[in-house]
Antibody
Framework: QVQLQESGPGLVKPSETLSLTCTVS????????WSWIRQPPGKGLEWIGF???????DYNPSLKSRVTMSVDTSKNQFSLKLSSATAADTAIYYC?????????????WGQGTLVTVSS | DIVMTQSPDSLAVSLGERATINCRSS????????????LAWYQQKPGQPPKLLIY???TRESGVPDRFSGSGSGTDFTLTISSLQAEDVAVYYC?????????FGQGTKLEIQ
């Protein structure tokens, strides 16, 4: 059974970089796309982007200038960095598996981690 | 970006009754070469991540009860719960994965009447 677990600071200061890591267990990170999705408290879901195990990426244009994703296949992990954070970036951040060809729904999700942007 | 619009925003249904949630995409998310609509439905309970219920508009994910069904093609889709159970209280989201950025509907909150 594939499991995903997000980790990283729960509090980020405005203008700083939000950094999260997702650790995949119970399966290999290889041959899949891996997504980041966020949800402001009490609101809907926003797709941030995904990364293929080989390192290719596709980001939401609304966040593209501030987003960087990376993957470490040796550790079965992938990561998200969101620069110049503001209060609008306060959300629950989920990592998820998104299939083998980039045109699939997300079938496995982490439990999510709340990141608050505040001084 | 493809816009996904759900209706209604909230819904109250009696136990054992049918619940129907609609989702519309603009533009179409039907890929003509394989006749598949790139539409998924998720269920999200409080404090939990979304759970995949339906993909390709009508294919039930493994382990999902058969009271959940999806229908539709192109731009108009429906999630139906044939006989509402107490554990089905949740927010339901549709998502298109036809083109990036993948987009979600705003969600439909389903409650017991």
């Amino acid at each position: 059974q594939v499991q995903l677990q997000e980790s990283g600071p729960g509090l980020v200061k405005p203008s700083e970089t939000l950094s999260l890591t997702c650790t995949v267990s119970g399966g290999s990170i290889s041959s899949y796309y891996w997504s980041w999705i966020r949800q402001p408290p009490g609101k809907g879901l926003e797709w941030i982007g995904f990364i293929y195990y080989s390192g290719s990426t596709d980001y939401n244009p609304s966040l593209k200038s501030r987003v960087t994703m990376s993957v470490d296949t040796s550790k079965n992990q992938f990561s998200l960095k969101l620069s110049s954070a503001t209060a609008a970036d306060t959300a629950i951040y989920y990592c998820a598996r998104s299939g083998r060809d980039g045109y699939d729904p997300s079938d496995y999700w982490g439990q999510g981690t709340l990141v608050t942007v505040s001084s | 970006d493809i816009v996904m619009t759900q209706s209604p925003d909230s819904l109250a249904v009696s136990l054992g009754e049918r619940a129907t949630i609609n989702c519309r995409s603009s533009p179409s998310i039907l890929y003509s070469s394989n006749f598949k609509s790139y539409l998924a439905w998720y269920q999200q309970k409080p404090g939990q991540p979304p759970k995949l219920l339906i993909y390709w508009a009508s294919t039930r994910e493994s382990g999902v009860p058969d009271r959940f069904s999806g229908s539709g093609s192109g731009t108009d889709f429906t999630l139906t719960i044939s006989s509402l159970q107490a554990e089905d209280v949740a927010v339901y989201y549709c998502q298109q994965y036809y083109s990036t950025p993948y987009t979600f509907g705003q969600g439909t909150k389903l409650e017991i009447q």
